[in-house]
């Protein structure tokens, strides 16, 4: 069957862009995570959705940085205002319920230049 | 908070050699713990993983065993492939959301 699937799989943009990321999650997964993996380094938890509910957005490093589930199936995250820092890997997991195996995406990776 | 450390790579291995990636953890609780794989080009994957104290999860020829009294998950393999070349991560699930913390990945390099 089809697995996570995230678009565009490359995304470069110039330094105070706004960026959309989409995920796909695996048909009838409740939960979803944002994970963001800089270079060199193991993902980091960014935000979890149960359903179309954002249960826990700890990990979100600005308010730059919005996520949403409307329909409890697609989510995007949305960065605003781009910085260099904010280059990285974006990691997209979905699992069956929260605490069940994680399925992740192949990632989008962004540059800002 | 919780937290993963792994040891650091790059580790570069003849083929048929013994694999050991060490990982430690600090949490809260009784998390499970994982271990993912990377290979070039390639998303993440799950390789294996303990529920509780005293599980071994094993896979591919992979083991690590859930080792409560010194916090750690070790990685062990007895004889390494050039197709096990790859970035392994260790990880746990933290809280109830099923969360997971990683740790910072190790690059395995096997020569023929």
């Known amino acids: 069957g089809a697995g996570v699937s995230q678009s565009p799989r490359y995304k470069v943009a110039k330094r105070g862009q706004d960026v959309a990321l989409r995920c796909d999650p695996i048909s009838g997964h409740v939960s979803l995570f944002w994970y963001q993996q800089a270079l060199g380094q193991g993902p980091e938890f960014l935000t979890y959705f149960q359903n179309e509910a954002q249960l826990d957005k700890s990990g979100l490093p600005s308010d730059r940085f919005f996520a949403e589930r409307p329909e409890g199936s697609v989510s995007t995250l949305k960065i605003q205002r781009t910085q260099q820092e904010d280059s990285a890997v974006y990691l997209c997991?979905?699992?069956?319920?929260?605490?069940?195996?994680?399925?992740f995406g192949p990632g989008t990776r962004l540059t800002v230049t | 908070g919780d937290s993963v450390t792994q040891m650091e790579g790059p580790v570069t291995l003849s083929e048929e050699a013994f694999l050991t990636i060490n990982c430690t953890y600090t949490a809260t609780g009784y998390p499970s713990l994982f271990w993912y794989v990377q290979y070039p080009g390639e998303g993440l994957q799950l390789l294996l993983k303990a529920t509780k104290a005293d599980d071994k999860g094993s896979n591919k020829g992979f083991e690590a065993t859930y080792r409560k009294e010194t916090t750690s998950f070790h990685l062990e393999k007895g004889s390494v492939q050039v197709s096990d070349s790859a970035v392994y991560f260790c990880?746990?699930?933290?809280?109830?959301?099923?969360?997971?913390?990683f740790g910072q990945g190790t690059t395995l390099q096997v020569k023929p």
């Open positions: 997991a979905s699992s069956l319920r929260g605490v069940s195996e994680q399925y």
């Open positions: 990880a746990l699930s933290s809280g109830n959301t099923g969360k997971l913390i």
